[in-house]
């Protein structure tokens, strides 16, 4: 069965985030290191490492966002859903499915409604002096291209999959 184009750019999407959040996860491995070693080895301690270091972990952590709800590996309890039948499952799940959808839109306006706020000022980190600006752009295209990654979810579960079955039984 060929996949859908949704999929296919679902594929490539967790790559280029994958290596993304992997880079931003080392760096900040590295930085950790060295802030270790200069502060207790060395005894200089250096302050812009934990600053760099806490914000790839953010980058890291809103950058994987999108692939944990394109392989649905987010947090839920499905105890409850799997004692109902399947026409009930199969409700629940969308209904399921909808609710965080329309969550991820409601975050991704109150994140636009911030940056443009943020970007009326002049904030900068304490020790790299970067626009914070920046950090919470970050966040904004983690929960946009989370929501992106429901939207696809559910076009490619509850759309295609029905004419997938429709098909089927033809």
Known sequence: MKKGILARIGQYADRIETA??????????LFVLTTIVYRYVLRQPISWTEEASRYL??????VAMPVAVRSHVHLGVDLFINLLPKAGKRFAEF???AITLLAYIAIDYACYL?????LA????SPAMHIPMVI?????????VLATVAQLANIIE???HHT???EEAEK
Do not use: L, N, P, R
């Open 57 to 62: 972990m953010i980058t890291g952590i809103f």
């Open 135 to 143: 950090m919470y752009v970050i966040v904004m295209v983690g929960f």
């Open 20 to 29: 993304v959040a992997s880079i931003a996860f080392a760096f900040m491995c």
């Open 121 to 124: 000022g002049t904030q900068t």
């Open 157 to 159: 579960e509850y759309v």
């Open 163 to 165: 004419s997938e079955t």
């Open 95 to 97: 209904f399921s499915d």
């Open 114 to 118: 911030f940056v443009v706020k943020a």
